[in-house]
T-cell receptor, first 114, second 112 residues
């Protein structure tokens, strides 16, 4: 039972390009949508998060776009850099980002080529 | 700034052996969880705790036991390891109403 579907599974982008990762959810009760970034050999770390009362949130080169009616949200990485090469997980939860409430997507392995 | 500390980082077990994965956090977080990460399957919740003495099952609890005697520690026990438990295991902690889960660096377990 996969409540959060993430695509693509892997992504190759040239340096300076835009990386886009998409997620879709089914449960309309979800009210918190974080993205986690994981470097090889490390644990995931919170990158950026959004609540459904806004359609977009931007932090530096990272932007979340949220479409409540379509039950979809996406991560955009502008001016992608080799240092952005990592695995990205979307997640959804009800009532905040506490660790026991997060439902994760299957992850996207991003490679940014120099 | 230790955060969430997991030990060991790597472990090889034979089928049927038992072991305990250790997890400790120094942020005074009430909530702690164990996840396993497998290729193409993301992070799946094994067990979690909302405070000392309180634990509950997640999505994939079979074959694992947990206990929480202190706020700081949340060990994960494999009673009889199976090859299907080959995975990378992550411990995480958070505040009850927090917006961020803090993860350890993981334990890569191989069961042969």
């Amino acid at each position: 039972q996969q409540q959060v579907k993430q695509s693509p599974q892997s992504l190759i982008v040239q340096k300076g390009g835009i990386s886009i990762i998409n997620c879709a959810y089914e449960n309309t009760a979800f009210d918190y949508f974080p993205w986690y970034q994981q470097f090889p050999g490390k644990g995931p770390a919170l990158l950026i998060a959004i609540r459904p009362d806004v359609s977009e949130k931007k932090e530096g080169r990272f932007t979340i776009s949220f479409n409540k009616s379509a039950k979809q949200f996406s991560l955009h990485i502008m001016d992608s850099q080799p240092g952005d090469s990592a695995t990205y997980f979307c997640a959804a939860s009800i009532g905040g980002g506490a660790t026991n409430k997060l439902i994760f997507g299957t992850g996207t392995l991003l490679a940014v080529q120099p | 700034n230790a955060g969430v500390t997991q030990t060991p980082k790597f472990q090889v077990l034979k089928t049927g052996q038992s072991m305990t994965l250790q997890c400790a956090q120094d942020m005074n977080h009430e909530y702690m969880s164990w996840y396993r990460q497998d290729p193409g399957m993301g992070l799946r919740l094994i067990h979690y705790s909302v405070g000392a003495g309180i634990t509950d099952q997640g999505e994939v609890p079979n074959g694992y036991n947990v206990s929480r005697s202190t706020t700081e520690d949340f060990p994960l026990r494999l009673l009889s390891a199976a090859p299907s438990q080959t995975s990378v295991y992550f411990c995480a902690s958070s505040a009850p109403k927090g917006t961020e889960a803090f993860f350890g660096q993981g334990t890569r377990l191989t069961v042969v």
